[in-house]
């Protein structure tokens, strides 16, 4: 794709465009469900990145590249935070939001392969919760920085699989989902690695990894029952893959499920968050 001509459009692989059907309950359902982690992410971290690229983004003519952006949540409002950079979004999914603001725009494609942008076309480069993504396909992360200028920042952000503080059956459930995601290339807890990933790289350099912590259960307050509603319905959209891989029931799942939630209230559970940024060296002249 021409640099100067990041144009409006949202194409998908096939040439057609793909829209969200208002009328599809599971995707309103699925839509709402990104909705509140990000809300609760916001809750914890108080602001959209972390990455000090404020005053780039204030700029005219600044371009932000959000990775595996799914609906679109965090791209929307930031990109409405920022009216004179122009934002990106790329996901292989077949759903994309009908609407965005002026200054943002949406690609399907597969971020599993070259990115569609030239080298050093963006001075920001985010992805969130993308271990889906790079930890199956080391090149993903390559290509990420890529795309991005020299001097601009790449920001990784991830929740860990494993919560802090969790009992027994929590404890099973993650491990089912640690272990399902193996057979795929997946790693639940790749948060605790994205700054070695980033350094082993060798074109990025002041690395920060941050870490947040967040109340899981009734027992943190508001945050923590929204963190415990986020917990459930995140598990619940495994249900189908993991009770087959777990080889257990679908009404032993939901019981599973529950445990987990009373055993935040007896353990005190907490979710830990990782932001982790860096910029990209810049080349001699």
């Known amino acids: 794709m021409d640099n100067e001509n990041l144009s409006n459009h949202i194409p998908s692989d096939d040439g057609g465009d793909v829209i969200v059907d208002p009328k599809n309950n599971l995707i309103e359902k699925e839509i709402q469900r990104f909705k509140n982690e990000h809300r609760l992410l916001i ?3 108080q602001v959209s990145f972390s990455a000090p690229v404020k005053e780039i983004l204030k700029s ?11 609906y679109g949540i965090w791209l929307s ?11 990106i979004g790329i996901d292989s999914s077949k ?3 009908t609407t965005l603001p002026n200054n943002a725009n949406l690609i399907r ?3 599993k392969k070259r990115l569609p942008f030239s080298d050093g076309t963006f001075d920001y ?8 993504a790079f930890s199956t396909d080391p090149s993903i992360i390559p290509e990420m920085v890529r795309v991005l200028k020299a001097g601009g920042f790449i920001e990784l952000c991830e929740v860990d699989a494993h919560n802090v503080n969790e009992g027994p059956s929590m404890k099973k459930i993650a491990d089912g989902g640690m272990s399902l995601g193996v ?3 997946v790693d639940g807890m790749i948060g605790e690695k994205v700054d070695e990933i980033l350094l082993k790289n060798g074109e990025i350099t002041n690395i920060v990894h941050l870490q947040r912590y967040g109340q899981l259960g009734t027992w943190g307050g508001e945050k923590g029952t929204m963190a415990v509603e986020n917990f459930r319905n995140n598990w619940l959209s495994l249900k189908d893959q993991l009770v087959e891989f777990m ?11 529950e445990k987990c939630i009373r055993e935040t209230e007896r353990f005190r559970t907490y979710f830990k968050t990782h932001r982790i940024y860096g910029q990209k060296i810049e080349l001699c002249s």
């Open 43 to 45: 809750s914890i971290w």
């Open 60 to 70: 005219s003519g600044a371009k932000v590249l959000d990775v595996e952006c799914g």
């Open 77 to 87: 409002e930031v990109a409405q935070e920022y009216p004179n950079a122009t934002f």
């Open 95 to 97: 759903n994309i939001p």
């Open 109 to 111: 494609c597969d971020p």
């Open 125 to 132: 480069v985010h992805c969130r919760n993308g271990s889906i």
């Open 183 to 185: 057979t795929r290339g």
């Open 247 to 257: 080889n257990i029931s679908p009404e032993d799942f939901d019981k599973l499920i």
